[in-house]
Each structure stands twice: as structure tokens, then as C-alpha cells.
């Protein structure tokens, strides 16, 4: 039986990419698209500012200094374009509704996690939220999702994970626990298949997240 639903947070629930993206090129003088910064993202700020530097060939700069630019740049706007994903606010809505517990899950930065979530999605009573740097290692480690399933009292076999990139598929892999991989985020299907994520976890509309939720 399901007593809980722990979401990644770009590409999942929100569409945070223009966001990036601006705060990307602001910080590197870049003129990316977001179709660009898809590719980067994934795996925290830091690993996505590092892609971007290594596909314009800069590697006699500083990444911490630069990150920092990076950080504060997005955290000066960072809700511009963001929008959460057709049919989210009403699934979650209806999941708080039958007391499912909920959490999100992201390698965003806490502070830029908790911003982001608080701003989208207000109506939306999350029991945990936790990004980079908030007391738990990052993904792909399990940590976080045990500690979710134990603030909620639920069993990991009582919990479905929800992402949508090869990390999240493997965070719920070393977690074993149920995942479902959405392909409306940051990664397309032949991307995800290439990094080994079976096909049968694919989720394709909200539909279909919400056919997956009704028959765990």
C-alpha cells in the first residue's frame, strides 16, 4: 500500500530551466539555450556549472569562485520563468487530500530548494524537503529517502520515488525502493535508455504518473 511519494524537483515537478539558464550565462557570458543547460543539469549546480565550462573549453578558471557568482546570480531570480509542470499542483493537491506523505528530494542547494518549492507550489504541504548542503549526502545516496520514509512512518517497500533523469533512477535503485522515470523533464528517452534506465519505468504524461501512483 502507498503511504508516501518523494519527489526530484527540477524536471519533475517544475520546469526550472530558463531560471538556470539565465543565471548560467549571466554568470559565464554565455549565450546557451536551455536546450543547452538540460544537458548540465542533474547532478547539483556545481556538476552543471563544470559541464558548461568544460563545453566551452575553460578549465584555467576558478569553478568556486565562479560558483559562488553562479548561486548568487540564481538566487537573485530565481522564479522568473519556473513554473511547475501541467496537472503537478492538482496531483499533489489530491495526494495531501487522502494524507500521502510528501516530500521533495533535489540536488539544488537548500536554500534555493526551499525558496523554489515555498514560492511554486504554496498549497502544497510538504513533510520534508531537502536539497544540497541540508543534512543528508546528495544523490544518488539513499540517505535522504531513508530518513523521508522515517519522518512520515512509512516502510521503504511503502514509497514511490518519482524523477526524471538517470540520477534519480539510480538514487531509487540504491534505495530499493519503487521508481517511476517521467520523460517531460530534462532528459529524452534515448538519453535515459543510453544511461540505463529501463524503459518500463518511463512515465509519460500526468496520467500516467497518476495511473502509477493509483496501482502501486
Given at each position: ?83 511547475p ?10 495526494l ?43 544523490k ?38 519503487a521508481?517511476?522515470?517521467l ?5 529524452s ?7 540505463g ?20
Amino acid at each position: 500500500m502507498l503511504k508516501a511519494v518523494l519527489f526530484d524537483l527540477d524536471g519533475t515537478l517544475l520546469n526550472t530551466i530558463a531560471d538556470i539558464n539565465c543565471a548560467l550565462n549571466k554568470t559565464l557570458g554565455t549565450s546557451f539555450t536551455t536546450d543547452d543547460c538540460s544537458r548540465f543539469v542533474g547532478n547539483g549546480l556545481m556538476n552543471a556549472l563544470k559541464a558548461a565550462l568544460s563545453t566551452i573549453g575553460k578549465t584555467d578558471v576558478s569553478a568556486p569562485v565562479l560558483f559562488e557568482q553562479f548561486v548568487a546570480n540564481y538566487r537573485s531570480c530565481p522564479v522568473k520563468y519556473t513554473k511547475p509542470y501541467p496537472g503537478i499542483v492538482e496531483l499533489l493537491e489530491e495526494l495531501q487530500h487522502k494524507g500521502i506523505g510528501l516530500g521533495v528530494y533535489s540536488n539544488k542547494e537548500q536554500v534555493l530548494t526551499g525558496t523554489i518549492v515555498r514560492t511554486c507550489l504554496p498549497s502544497v504541504k510538504f513533510d520534508m524537503v531537502v536539497g544540497m548542503h541540508g543534512g543528508y549526502e546528495p544523490k544518488p545516496s539513499s540517505q535522504a529517502i531513508e530518513a523521508f520514509c522515517a519522518k512520515v512512518g512509512c516502510s521503504m517497500d511503502e514509497l514511490l520515488y518519482v524523477g526524471d533523469s538517470e540520477v534519480d533512477y539510480r538514487t531509487g535503485m540504491n534505495a530499493s525502493v519503487a521508481t517511476a522515470i517521467l520523460t517531460w523533464g530534462f532528459r529524452s528517452k534515448e538519453s535515459l535508455l543510453g544511461s540505463g534506465v529501463p524503459e518500463s519505468l518511463f512515465v509519460d504524461d500526468i496520467q500516467g504518473l497518476r495511473n502509477r501512483i493509483e496501482t502501486f
